[in-house]
């Protein structure tokens, strides 16, 4: 079956950056594009950006241009998001999901916690 | 890239039908049937319900429906069950993606 599983929580300063990975597993990973989302606290989704196994074809949300990098790694199967120079407004929890049919996203990571804090 | 607009919350008794709106703009939702909706239960992780506009997923209750006019997509959940109270979310791709506020919904 379809499994995400991305790496635990993590406590940063303000300035400082974030690397989360998202381990893909039960299905071809170079067919199906990986997405970030993140989730405030009591706050909605927001698409962060997404990214194509295939051919490392990147997009990302104009928000966060210039401080967010999404790559993958096909010989393990794994997705990489790293947001730099964070504040305090980057505390959320943030998932990987995969991009299924009519561009939805049909599996979920588990989640991972960012807490930036001084 | 402004978030498409859902009511904050809808409310309905069990057995009711309860529509959750959300308006985007001509380059988004009234561009694309690519809206997507999601289910997402407290300390949950958010769940497909809806894709292209009035697609289930498999495994995914007949009770939840889909539809779109113009800029506006709707999710429709009929025969409310206690299970269903959970937040909300709509979806469009626009070349990039874009979500909804959310919407909460209260069964009484």
């Known amino acids: 079956q379809v499994q995400l599983v991305q790496s635990g929580a993590e406590m940063k300063n303000p300035g400082a950056s974030v690397r989360v990975s998202c381990k893909a597993s039960?299905?071809?990973?170079?067919?199906?594009?990986i997405i970030w989302v993140r989730q405030a606290p009591g706050q909605g989704l927001e698409w962060m950006g997404g990214?194509?196994?295939?051919?490392?074809?990147?997009k990302y949300v104009q928000t966060l241009q210039g401080r967010i990098t999404v790559t993958t790694d096909t010989s393990t199967n794994t997705a990489y998001m790293e947001l730099r120079s964070l504040t305090t407004d980057d505390t959320a929890v943030y998932f990987c999901?995969?991009?299924?049919?009519?561009?939805?996203?049909?599996?979920w990571g588990q989640g991972t916690l960012v807490t930036v804090s001084s | 890239q402004s978030a498409l607009t859902q009511p904050a919350s809808v409310s309905g008794s069990p057995g009711q039908s309860i529509t959750i709106s959300c308006t985007g703009i001509?380059?988004?939702?009234?561009?694309?049937?690519?809206v997507s909706w999601y289910q997402q239960h407290p300390g949950k992780v958010p769940k497909l319900i809806i894709y292209?506009?009035?697609k289930r997923p498999s495994g995914v209750s007949h009770r939840f429906s889909g539809s779109k006019s113009g800029n506006t997509a709707s999710l429709t959940i009929s025969g409310l069950q206690a299970a269903d109270e959970a937040d909300y979310y709509c979806?469009?791709?626009?070349?990039?993606?874009?979500f909804g506020g959310g919407t909460k919904l209260t069964v009484l």
């Open positions: 999901a995969r991009r299924g049919n009519g561009a939805s996203f049909d599996s």
């Open positions: 001509s380059s988004d939702v009234g561009s694309y049937n690519l």
């Open positions: 979806c469009s791709y626009a070349g990039f993606w874009v």
């Open positions: 292209e506009v009035n």
């Open positions: 039960g299905y071809p990973f170079t067919g199906y594009s």
């Open positions: 990214i194509s196994p295939y051919n490392d074809n990147a």
